[in-house]
C-alpha cells in the first residue's frame, strides 16, 4: 500500500507539474483527490490494513493529500499568473496617445490678478468690500477734497448721470462710505469697476478696474504705508522686487506718493519693458487727507490712516505681458485659455 | 511742461549734475521728471569753420570745393559742397571727418545721426560737410537767422562776431543743452515756469536759488494819460495789470533769446511776441500785447460777453460767445477773450507804434469752462486753468518791461495800471513738528524740518510757531501740507519702513463675493471661461434683442456725456455683451464656446435722485457642444452646490422675445424668479451673425445670495432596501414633465426618495399629439424593509394623480 501511494504521489506531482492549464489542473484535482480519486480510493481502502498501522497509515494518506493539494495550488497560483501577464501584455496601450480632457474654463486674467491680490490682503487682515459702479458726485469727489471746478475734475475725465450722480471714476469713494460706516480700526481693500471717458486703444478703455485700500487707526505712519506697500509688492511680483516711492499729488492724501516696482522683467537693470528705466509705475497712495477724515466723521487728531489705488489691468497687463488692453474685453477664447 | 537745462542754470549757477542725476534727484523731491533730450545727441565733431576759398568743380555744375580753416593756426581742409548759399569769408559749421550730423538738410532725423566720412565727390576730395540748421538736427522754424535753404552762417549774425575757428559749433548754437520733460501735478502751480522749477531744483540740489532781478522803469510819463481799467467782474479777474510801451521798434529778438526758446520748443517770432512768449514760461504769467491804437476810449473793461456775441480772434476764426465768458473790451467792443486768445481787431501789426501790455489774473475754472466751450487750447489759457497767483502779475509785467527796455524794443511808460480789488497775502499755517514725525514715522530734528522750509522761500515764525507761505503755493494750507514738504526733502527713500501696528484684524471677503467665487469655479468645471465685457451700451441693443417698445427694460440709466450713442446707456440686461462676445468668437471660428460673466446691471429708481440698483448677474452663454439641457444641468448644479436644496421649478410662458419660443423658461424658487434660460431666437442669432444654436442663462445673483446656505447636516447612509417602481405613460405632448413630476412629488409619499425619466419617445406607434414618457420612482425607508402594500398604496396616489392629468399607463 505505501508503496502504491508513493507511486500515486509522483504521479500527481509530475502530472501536476506537466499541466499547462487551469482546466488540465482541475482534472488532475478530480483524478486524485476526487470523490472517485485515486488517493481518495487509497483512504476508503483503509480497512484493508491492519487496525494498529491504520492511524500512521492514514496520516501518511493524509499528508500526501496535502501535499498534492499545496503542489496544485502552487500551481494554479503560477498558471493564473502567466495568464494574466499574457493578458495584460495583448492589452498594452499607445500611452504616447492624445489625452481625453474634459473641457474646463478659465477665469479672466483681470480676476487672476484681483483674486491674486485678494488673497495677499485677507491675509493681512483686510476686509474685503465694495461699493456701488453708479455713485454720488459727493462720494466720488466733494467727499475726497475734490470740490466743484477742482482740476482734478478735469483730469479724471467723468461719465455723468446727472449733475450729482456719475459713473464712479475711482474706488476712493468705498474709502469713504466705509469711513462713514465703521469705526477704526479699519482695514479694507475695495476692488472694482471704474469709468472714465477714454477712447478705446491699446492702453485706454472707458471702464476698467481698481483696487482701493484704506487703513485707519491710531499711530498709523507714512513709514506702515511704505512697509505695507513694499511687502505687497514682493508677494505679488516676487520677493526680490524693490519698491521706491516718489512725491506726487492726490487731492484726498496728504502726503501722497506714486510707487514705482523693480521692473520683473530685467530686475532692474533697465530693458525694453521698462523702457530702461529699471522701474515700473504701480500705484499711487498716500496718507488719508485730514479734511477727508474730517468729512467722514473720523477724528483726525485721533486717528490717521492710508489709502493707496492701483489699476488691476495694469497689475494683469504687467504680470502677463499683455500687450494690448483691448484683448481684455473681447473675451476671445483662444486668450482667455493661456490663463 | 519743457525746459532746457540752461535756463535752470541760469537761476542756479551753481547746479552742477548729469542729466541722469537731475532727472533721479528732482523726481524724489516731487518735480517728476519724464524724461529727456539731448539736444546734440546725434551730434559730433562740428566745429566753427571759415571758408577761405571756393572753387568751381572741375566735373560738376553743381558742386564747389571749399578749402575750410579749421582752427586760429590756420589749418584748412578742402570740402566739396552743394549748398548754393556759400561765399568766401563766411563762418560756418564744419562736421569733420568721423564726425556725425542728426540727419539731412530736409529736416529729415536719422535714428543715431548719420557719420560723416571723408571721401571724393566726382573725383574731387572731400573732407567733412558744411551743415545746415536741419542736418544739426533743428529747423528754421526755430532758428529764424538760418538761411532758408542751405548752410548755416555765423558770419551773418552779429552776436557771432569773434566766435573762435576750431570752437564748437554745437555750444555756439546752443545745441549742447539738455531738454527736461517733467509732469507738473495740478497743485503746483508756481512749477508751471522755469523759476518755480529752478527753486525746487536749488532745494533739491542744495544751490543757491538766483531769481532774476526786476527793476521797476518807465520814462516820466504816466500810463493813466494813456489807459485806464475797470473789472465788472472780480470774481472771474482778481488782478489786473497794463502797461503801455510807445515808439515800438519790432526787430527780431536777440539769439540768446531766441535760442532759449527755441529749446522750450517756442518758434521765436520778433521781440515783442518773443518776450511775452519768454515771461510766460519763465513766470508762468501769460502777457498779452494790444495795438493801444486799435483801443478806442483808451479804456479797458473786463467784463462778460454778451449772450450769442460774434468775435473774430486774432487767428482769423469767428467764435461765438455767451454770457458766461470773459472778455477785454475796449470803450466800445471786445477786443480779446480774457485769458485764451485776443482779437484780430487789436492784433499787433508791423507798423505798431505804441502797444498795451496786459498781465492779468483769471479764475482757472472759468478760463477751462470757457475753452471747453469754444473749443480753444492755447498755452496762456492752459496755466491760467492751474488757477494763477494773482501777485505774479506784477513783476512778470515790470520783468516784460525791462525786457524791453534790454532789447531796446521801445520805450516804456511810467507807471502801470493795477486793478487788484482783493490782494492776496501770505498765509500762516501752525507748524507742529512732532505731529510730522508722527505721521511720517521718522525722527528729524525741527532745525532740519525749518531748514528745509527756507529753501523753498517758506518762513518760519519761531514766536507763533508758524509758517509763512508766500501766495504762490496755494496747496500749502494745513500741518498735513507741512509734513510733506518736509517728507520730500527728507527723502521718501530714507522713511523707515515698518508695518502697521495696532490689534490683529481678521480678513475676509464677503458672502456676495464668496458666492461669486464658487459661481466662477462652478462655471469653469463645466468649461465655461470668464468674459468681461462693457457696462454701457447702445440703445439699439433693446430693438436687436427682440424686446418689447414698452418693455420696462428699457428704462435706463443715460449717460449724459457718453463717448457716442454706442456707450451711452446702462445696460438693463446682461445678454448683448455675452452675445456680443459669443458673436466674436464665432466670427473668428472658435469652436464649442462656453463663456460666463459676473457683471452689474442697473435698474433706475423711479425717483432719478436715487443710486439705481445694481445686481449682479451671472450669465453662462455657449455655442456648439451641448444643448438646453446642459445648460439647464449647469444652473442646477450651481444652485444646489451653494445650498438650494428644494426643486425648482421651469415656466415656458414667460415674454423674453430673444428667446426661440418653444425653448425658454423663467427659473423659479419657490413662487419667485431667480432666473431664466433659454434657446436664443434664431432672429437674434442672425442680427449677432451667430451661425449656431445659442444658449444663455442668467441668475440674478442677489436673489439667490439670499437663498445660499452652506449649512450642511449629515443625514446618514440608507441601511434598508430601496424599492424601484417603473412606469410608463402616455401623455398629451402639451403636458410638461414639471407637471408631472410635481405630481410625483406631491402623491409619492414621506418614502418616496428619487425618481427619475429614463425615457421620452415620440413618433411611429404613438398616437398623433402624444409622447411617451418612462419614470423609475424609488421608495425607501429610514427605518424598515417597506413592504409591498405600502409601496402600492403610494403608487395608487401617483396614479391617481396623473390620471387627473389624463394621464394614462401604457400596457
Given at each position: 500500500m505505501k508503496e502504491k501511494l508513493q507511486t500515486l504521489k509522483e504521479a500527481a506531482l509530475s502530472q501536476i507539474n506537466a499541466a499547462g492549464g487551469l482546466e488540465k489542473l482541475n482534472e488532475i484535482r478530480v483524478a486524485f483527490l476526487g470523490k472517485k480519486g485515486e488517493i481518495t480510493s487509497v483512504l476508503k481502502s483503509l480497512k484493508e490494513i491492519a487496525p494498529q498501522e491504520r492511524p500512521a497509515f492514514g496520516q501518511l494518506v493524509n499528508d500526501a493529500r496535502s501535499m498534492i493539494e499545496e503542489k496544485l495550488e502552487e500551481k494554479k497560483r503560477t498558471l493564473e499568473k502567466k495568464l494574466r501577464e499574457e493578458k495584460m501584455k495583448a492589452e498594452t496601450i499607445d500611452v504616447t496617445l492624445p489625452a481625453r480632457k474634459p473641457m474646463l474654463g478659465h477665469r479672466h486674467p483681470n480676476t487672476i490678478a484681483l483674486e491674486e491680490v485678494e488673497r495677499i490682503f485677507v491675509g493681512m487682515g483686510y476686509e474685503v468690500v465694495e461699493g456701488p459702479e453708479i455713485e454720488y458726485d459727493y462720494y466720488n469727489f466733494e467727499a475726497l477734497n475734490i470740490p466743484k471746478n477742482h482740476p482734478a475734475r478735469d483730469e479724471q475725465d467723468t461719465f455723468y448721470i446727472t449733475d450729482s450722480i456719475l459713473l464712479r471714476t475711482q474706488t476712493s469713494p468705498v474709502q469713504v462710505r466705509v469711513m462713514e460706516q465703521k469705526k477704526p480700526p479699519i482695514r479694507i481693500i475695495a476692488p472694482g469697476r471704474v469709468f472714465r471717458s477714454d477712447e478705446v486703444d491699446a492702453t485706454h478703455s472707458p471702464s476698467f478696474h481698481q483696487i482701493e485700500g484704506l487703513v485707519i487707526d491710531k499711530n498709523i505712519t507714512f513709514a506702515d504705508l511704505k512697509g505695507t506697500l513694499a511687502q505687497i509688492a514682493k508677494e505679488l511680483f516676487g520677493q526680490e522686487t524693490k519698491v521706491k516711492f516718489r512725491p506726487h499729488h492726490f487731492p484726498f492724501t496728504e502726503p501722497s506718493a506714486e510707487v514705482d516696482v523693480t521692473c520683473f522683467k530685467c530686475g532692474g537693470s533697465g530693458c525694453r519693458f521698462c523702457k530702461g528705466s529699471g522701474w515700473i509705475e504701480i500705484l499711487g497712495c498716500g496718507m488719508v487727507h485730514p479734511k477727508v477724515l474730517e468729512m467722514s466723521g473720523i477724528d483726525p487728531k485721533e486717528y490717521s490712516g492710508f489709502a493707496f489705488g492701483v489699476g488691476l489691468e495694469r497689475i494683469a497687463l504687467l504680470k502677463y505681458e499683455i500687450d494690448d488692453m483691448r484683448l481684455l474685453y473681447e473675451n476671445d477664447t483662444r486668450f482667455l485659455k493661456q490663463f | 511742461m519743457n525746459t532746457p537745462l540752461s535756463w535752470i542754470r541760469a537761476y542756479v549757477p551753481d547746479l552742477d549734475c548729469n542729466a541722469q542725476e537731475y532727472m533721479d534727484a528732482m523726481t524724489l523731491t516731487g518735480t517728476k521728471v519724464e524724461g529727456y533730450e539731448r539736444l546734440d545727441a546725434d551730434l559730433d565733431q562740428i566745429i566753427v569753420g571759415r571758408i577761405n576759398k571756393i572753387e568751381k568743380h572741375p566735373d560738376a555744375d553743381k558742386l564747389v570745393i571749399c578749402q575750410v580753416q579749421i582752427d586760429e593756426e590756420g589749418t584748412s581742409v578742402q570740402i566739396v559742397t552743394g549748398a548754393p548759399n556759400v561765399k568766401e569769408g563766411d563762418v560756418v559749421p564744419v562736421v569733420l571727418d568721423g564726425g556725425r550730423v542728426a540727419g539731412g538738410h530736409d529736416g529729415e532725423k536719422v535714428s543715431g545721426g548719420v557719420k560723416i566720412k571723408k571721401g571724393k565727390l566726382r573725383g574731387v576730395e572731400s573732407n567733412g560737410m558744411l551743415c545746415s540748421i536741419e542736418e544739426l538736427g533743428s529747423s528754421k522754424e526755430l532758428y529764424p537767422d538760418a538761411p532758408e535753404n542751405g548752410i548755416y552762417i555765423f558770419s551773418d549774425n552779429p552776436t557771432y562776431q569773434g566766435l573762435k575757428l576750431g570752437s564748437s559749433a554745437i555750444s555756439a548754437l546752443g545745441l549742447d543743452d539738455i531738454v527736461f520733460e517733467y509732469e507738473i501735478t495740478s497743485n503746483r502751480v508756481d512749477c508751471f515756469g522755469v523759476l518755480g522749477i529752478a527753486r525746487e531744483a536749488a532745494a533739491t540740489f542744495k544751490k543757491d536759488f538766483i531769481p532774476p532781478v526786476i527793476k521797476e522803469i518807465g520814462n516820466s510819463e504816466n500810463v493813466s494819460d494813456y489807459i485806464s481799467a475797470e473789472i465788472k467782474d472780480p470774481n472771474l479777474c482778481s488782478r489786473y495789470v497794463a502797461r503801455v510801451v510807445k515808439n515800438i521798434k519790432l526787430a527780431p529778438s536777440p539769439t540768446w533769446m531766441q535760442r532759449r526758446l527755441a529749446a522750450n520748443g517756442i518758434r521765436p517770432i520778433n521781440n515783442i511776441v518773443d518776450i511775452t512768449n519768454y515771461v510766460m514760461e519763465e513766470y508762468s504769467q501769460p502777457m498779452h500785447a494790444y495795438d493801444l491804437d486799435q483801443i478806442e476810449g483808451r479804456k479797458i473793461i473786463v467784463r462778460r460777453s454778451n449772450e450769442g456775441e460774434q468775435f473774430q480772434t486774432l487767428d482769423g476764426q469767428m467764435r461765438t460767445l455767451d454770457s458766461s465768458i470773459l472778455m477785454i473790451c475796449d470803450a466800445q467792443k471786445p477786443i480779446g477773450i480774457a485769458g485764451i486768445m485776443g482779437g484780430e481787431n487789436s492784433k499787433i501789426t508791423d507798423d505798431v507804434k505804441t502797444l498795451l501790455f496786459e498781465a492779468a489774473c483769471f479764475d482757472g475754472t472759468n478760463i477751462r469752462l470757457s475753452g471747453k466751450k469754444l473749443g480753444m487750447r492755447t498755452d496762456a489759457q492752459a496755466k491760467f486753468e492751474k488757477g494763477l497767483d494773482p501777485n505774479t502779475a506784477m513783476e512778470a509785467m515790470n520783468r516784460a518791461c525791462q525786457l524791453i527796455e534790454e532789447l531796446n524794443a521801445g520805450e516804456v511808460v511810467g507807471g502801470a495800471v493795477d486793478i487788484y480789488p482783493n490782494?492776496?497775502?501770505?498765509?500762516?499755517?501752525?507748524?507742529?513738528?512732532?505731529?510730522?514725525?508722527?505721521?511720517?514715522?521718522?525722527?528729524?530734528?525741527?532745525?532740519?524740518?525749518?531748514?528745509?522750509?527756507?529753501?523753498?522761500?517758506?518762513?518760519?515764525?519761531?514766536?507763533?510757531?508758524?509758517?509763512?507761505?508766500?501766495?504762490?503755493?496755494?496747496?500749502?494750507?494745513?500741518?498735513?501740507?507741512?509734513?510733506?514738504?518736509?517728507?520730500?526733502?527728507?527723502?521718501?527713500?530714507?522713511?523707515?519702513?515698518?508695518?502697521?501696528?495696532?490689534?490683529?484684524?481678521?480678513?475676509?471677503?464677503?458672502?456676495?463675493?464668496?458666492?461669486?467665487?464658487?459661481?466662477?469655479?462652478?462655471?469653469?468645471?463645466?468649461?465655461?471661461?470668464?468674459?468681461?465685457?462693457?457696462?454701457?451700451?447702445?440703445?439699439?441693443?433693446?430693438?436687436?434683442?427682440?424686446?418689447?417698445?414698452?418693455?420696462?427694460?428699457?428704462?435706463?440709466?443715460?449717460?449724459?456725456n457718453p463717448l457716442g450713442e454706442d456707450y451711452s446707456i446702462m445696460r438693463t440686461l446682461p445678454l448683448n455683451g455675452m452675445l456680443s462676445s459669443l458673436a466674436t468668437n464665432y466670427n473668428r471660428r472658435n469652436k464649442d464656446v462656453r463663456l460666463y460673466e459676473l457683471a452689474n446691471i442697473y435698474l433706475p429708481k423711479e425717483d432719478s435722485t436715487k443710486l439705481p440698483d445694481e445686481r449682479m448677474q451671472f450669465i453662462l452663454g455657449m455655442y456648439g457642444k451641448g444643448d438646453f439641457y446642459d445648460l439647464k444641468g449647469v444652473v442646477e448644479e450651481f444652485l444646489e452646490k451653494i445650498g438650494i436644496k428644494k426643486p425648482l421649478t421651469y415656466q415656458p410662458n414667460t415674454n423674453r422675445n430673444y428667446f426661440h419660443p418653444g425653448r425658454r423658461a423663467e427659473i423659479y424658487y419657490e413662487q419667485e424668479s431667480i432666473g431664466y434660460l433659454g434657446e436664443i431666437h434664431p432672429e437674434v442669432l442672425d442680427r449677432y451673425e451667430i451661425g449656431e444654436k445659442t444658449y444663455i442663462a442668467v441668475l440674478d445673483m442677489p436673489k439667490v445670495t439670499e437663498l445660499a446656505n452652506f449649512e450642511i447636516k449629515y443625514m446618514g447612509i440608507a441601511k434598508f432596501p430601496a424599492v424601484t417602481r417603473d412606469i410608463s405613460m402616455l401623455v398629451k405632448k402639451e403636458i410638461l414633465a414639471g407637471q408631472i413630476e410635481e405630481v410625483i412629488r406631491k402623491q409619492g409619499g414621506k418614502h418616496m426618495e428619487s425618481y427619475h425619466l429614463f425615457d421620452i419617445y415620440e413618433g411611429e406607434q404613438i398616437q398623433q399629439g402624444y409622447k411617451s414618457m418612462a419614470y423609475s420612482i424609488c421608495f425607501r425607508a429610514k427605518d424598515k424593509t417597506l413592504e409591498e402594500k405600502e409601496i402600492t398604496a403610494a403608487m395608487n396616489k401617483i396614479l391617481k394623480g396623473l390620471s387627473e392629468l389624463g394621464i394614462e399607463l401604457r400596457q
Open positions: - | 490782494r492776496r497775502e501770505k498765509t500762516r499755517v501752525k507748524f507742529d513738528y512732532t505731529h510730522t514725525n508722527r505721521l511720517l514715522g521718522t525722527d528729524i530734528s525741527k532745525e532740519e524740518m525749518i531748514s528745509y522750509f527756507k529753501k523753498i522761500d517758506l518762513e518760519y515764525d519761531e514766536a507763533t510757531n508758524e509758517v509763512i507761505v508766500p501766495t504762490w503755493r496755494q496747496d500749502i494750507a494745513c500741518q498735513a501740507d507741512l509734513d510733506e514738504e518736509v517728507a520730500r526733502f527728507y527723502g521718501y527713500d530714507k522713511i523707515p519702513v515698518t508695518l502697521p501696528s495696532g490689534e490683529a484684524m481678521t480678513g475676509r471677503l464677503s458672502f456676495k463675493l464668496r458666492l461669486e467665487s464658487m459661481a466662477r469655479d462652478l462655471a469653469q468645471q463645466f468649461g465655461f471661461s470668464e468674459a468681461q465685457t462693457y457696462s454701457f451700451e447702445s440703445p439699439k441693443v433693446f430693438d436687436k434683442l427682440l424686446l418689447e417698445p414698452n418693455d420696462p427694460l428699457r428704462q435706463t440709466i443715460v449717460i449724459s
